[in-house]
């Protein structure tokens, strides 16, 4: 399995701030996700990284509140933009190699606005 | 939409019992779940698969009951230990599609 890095692994931001979370993989991957996990709740998928194109966002989710980069195959991005108190959560980074196969995760990103 | 869903929310065992964590998924096109651990303040972490052709898929301690017929997934953990405590959430997947739908998941809560 791939060994996923996500820093900050938490952080206290002020409303109307910006905050952008780094996932780091250490082997090659073909695919990687983005997940917000809201208090006591499921994971929800944001969108699919997209190496060397623009992501893939789910409904509900847009670009401009979260502009994804994916560089490379075994880096990505996730910014939570003109953040409110509603975008605290856990944000995940998610990995896999294929369809219908496991997905790997990250510790998650622990958000907090204030 | 079609979602993946979970009949308890909560499941309080005792050290050494065997846990039935169960998932009711609606959508007949998937054809491959995953059941994941998250224990606090952690990520989800892979604990077995099971494909559509497959009715059942053991692990070390853990089995994976899948009935197409229902919809219907479970996990079995054998021999409860209070390391397993955690929240417990099932995945499905669609052939072709890269993207899992998770189920709401269950807490499971293990006493000495």
């Known amino acids: 399995s791939a060994v996923i890095s996500q820093k900050p692994s938490r952080d206290i931001c002020q409303r109307g701030t910006s905050l952008t979370i780094q996932c780091q993989v250490d082997?090659?991957?073909?695919?990687m996700f983005w997940y917000r996990q809201q208090p006591g709740q499921s994971l929800t998928l944001i969108a699919t990284?997209?190496?060397?194109?623009?992501?893939?966002?789910e409904s509900g989710f847009v670009i401009d509140k979260f502009p994804i980069s994916r560089p490379n195959l075994t880096f990505s991005t996730l910014t939570v933009s003109n953040m409110s108190p509603e975008d605290s959560s856990i944000y995940l980074c998610?990995?896999?190699?294929?369809?219908?196969?496991?997905?790997?995760f990250g510790q998650g990103t622990r958000l907090t606005v204030v | 939409g079609e979602s993946v869903g979970l009949h308890l929310p909560t499941l309080s065992v005792q050290e050494g019992d065997n846990s039935i964590i169960n998932c009711a998924y609606s959508?007949?096109?998937?054809?491959?779940f995953i059941w994941y651990k998250q224990e606090s303040g952690k990520g989800p972490q892979f604990i077995i698969d099971?494909?559509?052709?497959?009715d059942k898929r053991q692990g070390q301690r853990v089995t994976v009951l899948l009935n197409k017929t229902v919809k219907h997934l479970s996990l079995q953990i054998a021999a409860t230990q209070p390391g397993d405590s955690a929240v417990y959430f099932c995945?499905?997947?669609?052939?072709?599609?890269?993207?899992?739908?998770f189920g709401k998941g269950t807490m499971l809560l293990v006493s000495p």
């Open positions: 959508n007949s096109a998937s054809d491959y």
């Open positions: 995945a499905e997947n669609i052939s072709g599609y890269s993207t899992l739908t």
């Open positions: 998610s990995v896999g190699q294929s369809t219908n196969t496991e997905a790997f």
């Open positions: 990284a997209n190496q060397g194109s623009e992501a893939t966002y």
């Open positions: 099971i494909r559509s052709n497959m």
């Open positions: 082997s090659q991957v073909t695919m």
